[in-house]
């Protein structure tokens, strides 16, 4: 296996994995980076090479794809993984019935198989180095899920018992891990997962966390070994609240809070 080792970050096109890009960046490590946009990822890579002493790899995969995953696998096989983000991701925010089926599907493909597979790709290696990273990027709604959020929150949830699972198991082989829950986070996520949402992505307000927000809590997290990391005292609170409180009464208030946010019901 070659000296050099890489960070390698699903879905760095944009949001928060671009945000990841550019910190392990600005600490000099070297970058496999991956997305559909291929342009995008070009001139990204390109401008990331360009400020830091470092290799940038563009990989262009859709990871719902078995062909582009086994691609992006046939990359990692000849570099050194030293840290792996599983950061790609999206939502479709409208009512389970609606959505076309390949759409859930895709999903849970992207969410759960394509992570699956990198993590059992990198893990033999980062064992025999006794040491390794890997962040799984989830979210709150994993914890608690919403109307109009089902298959993704289920695909997050699946990404927090694996981590949880593997933090343990991969603890006494030096490998850290950690599950990223962020809320909502200023990128162009929400406004991607439904369109005829209305306009509830322009409606920020305290709730919202930028991108870089998101990732110094990660790197944070991990300085300190956490397995969960959700960003933010206002999201830590709502999961602590959410906890305690029954879930029936939880629900009806949940919804009519979120629904200046995300509305629940889009228009017909
Ligand atoms: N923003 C939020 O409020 C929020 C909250 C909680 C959790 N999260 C999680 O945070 C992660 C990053 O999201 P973000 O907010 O940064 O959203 P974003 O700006 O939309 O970025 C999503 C990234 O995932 C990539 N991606 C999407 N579908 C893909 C596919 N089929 N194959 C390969 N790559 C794909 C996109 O690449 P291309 O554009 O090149 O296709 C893009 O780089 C996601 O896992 C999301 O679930 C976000």
Avoid at 99 to 107: A, E, G, K, L, T
Avoid at 208 to 228: H, Y
């Amino acid at each position: 296996m070659p000296e050099k080792s890489y960070v390698l970050i699903t879905g760095a096109t944009g949001g928060i994995g671009a945000a990841f890009a550019r910190a392990f960046a600005a600490r000099h490590h070297h970058l496999i980076l991956t997305g559909r946009q291929s342009a995008r990822l070009r001139t990204f890579s390109a401008e990331l090479a360009n400020a830091y002493p470092i290799t940038v790899l563009p990989v262009k995969a859709d990871l719902t794809r078995e062909f582009d995953l086994d691609r992006l696998i046939g990359v990692m096989d000849e570099h050194n993984i030293q840290v792996l983000i599983n950061n790609a991701g999206f939502s479709h925010h409208e009512r389970f019935d609606r959505v076309p089926f390949s759409r859930w599907q895709d999903m849970v493909t992207l969410h759960c198989t394509a992570s699956i597979r990198l993590i059992h790709q990198v893990l033999p290696e980062m064992i025999r180095q006794k040491g390794g990273i890997i962040i799984n990027v989830s979210s709150l709604n994993a914890l608690f899920p919403m109307p109009h959020t089902g298959v993704y929150a289920g695909s997050k949830a699946m990404l927090n018992a694996l981590s949880e699972a593997l933090y343990w198991e991969l603890k006494i082989h030096g490998i850290q891990v950690q599950v990223l829950c962020p809320g909502l986070t200023d990128t162009k996520f929400l406004k991607r997962s439904n369109d005829t949402t209305g306009n509830a992505h322009e409606a920020r307000g305290w709730m919202w966390q930028t991108p870089e927000d998101v990732v110094a809590a990660s790197l944070a997290g991990l300085r300190r070994d956490r397995l969960f990391c959700i960003p933010g005292w206002h999201n830590r609170l709502l999961v602590t609240l959410g906890k305690m409180a029954p879930r029936r009464w939880y629900y009806p208030l949940a919804i009519r809070f979120f629904q200046n946010v995300m509305p629940t019901e889009p228009a017909e």
